[in-house]
T-cell receptor
Framework: DVKVTQSSRYLVKRTGEKVFLECVQD?????MFWYRQDPGLGLRLIYF???????EKGDIPEGYSVSREKKERFSLILESASTNQTSMYLC?????????????FGPGTRLTVL | DAKTTQPPSMDCAEGRAANLPCNHS???????VYWYRQIHSQGPQYIIH???NNETNEMASLIITEDRKSSTLILPHATLRDTAVYYC????????????FGKGTMLLVSP
């Protein structure tokens, strides 16, 4: 069974803290994505990576950075967390040349910044 | 990506077919129609996609109109576990495509 896992389901941090969200996929996928999902705003792309050490900005990259040192792992970093980064964070992966372009999602991390 | 329009909510009785509509009147010729769903507190899940022919898999059927301006996702025998938000998306089939979800349709399946 294919799987995308995220390091935490729920996380509470304080303003100004550095936050790491980890995502691991076991499907040997080239592409990995970080999204955030907020009520009324839908799903928004933060960053994506199409290969190891490669990254591309999505629609809302401000306040975030990413790291892809290994193919299976894609990390999202909040350098200095702020209350407006309270959200549900979703990681996804897909094969670059997938016939179906189906994205596989992790269970999500609900982050609260106090 | 082309914009899609979906009803905000729908109800369906358990065991009956659920038919979820989607309008995508500005879809371009090489854009596909994708459907995902998101069960509460879980990540989104791919359901099905199509270009212009009707498609069926183990989860659902997708009916796309001849002019491709609208489509319908059909869950033939809805169960309580099908209660979720269903998202209709149009996008290119590309190795670099990213997803943008709108508000979707909240489908409530009742006993």
């Amino acid at each position: 069974d294919v799987k995308v896992t995220q390091s935490s389901r729920y996380l509470v941090k304080r303003t100004g803290e550095k936050v790491f969200l980890e995502c691991v996929q076991d499907m040997d996928h080239e592409n990995m994505f970080w999204y955030r999902q907020d009520p009324g705003l839908g799903l928004r792309l933060i960053y994506f990576s199409y290969d190891v050490k490669m990254k591309e900005k999505g629609d809302i990259p401000e306040g975030y950075s990413v790291s892809r040192e290994k193919k299976e792992r894609f990390s999202l970093i909040l350098e200095s967390a702020s209350t407006n980064q309270t959200s549900m964070y979703l990681c996804a992966s897909t094969r670059r040349l997938a016939v179906y372009n189906e994205q596989f999602f992790g269970p999500g991390t609900r982050l609260t910044v106090l | 990506d082309a914009k899609t329009t979906q009803p905000p909510s729908m109800d369906c009785a358990e065991g009956r077919a659920a038919n979820l509509p989607c309008n995508h009147s500005t879809i371009s010729g090489n854009e596909y129609v994708y459907w995902y769903r998101q069960i509460h507190s879980q990540g989104p899940q791919y359901i099905i996609h199509g270009l212009k022919n009707n498609e069926t898999n183990e989860m659902a059927s997708l009916i796309i109109t001849e002019d491709r301006k609208s489509s319908t996702l059909i869950l033939p025998h809805a169960t309580l576990r099908d209660t979720a938000v269903y998202y209709c998306i149009v996008m290119l089939l590309s190795g670099y495509s990213t997803l943008t979800f709108g508000k979707g349709t909240m489908l409530l399946v009742s006993p």
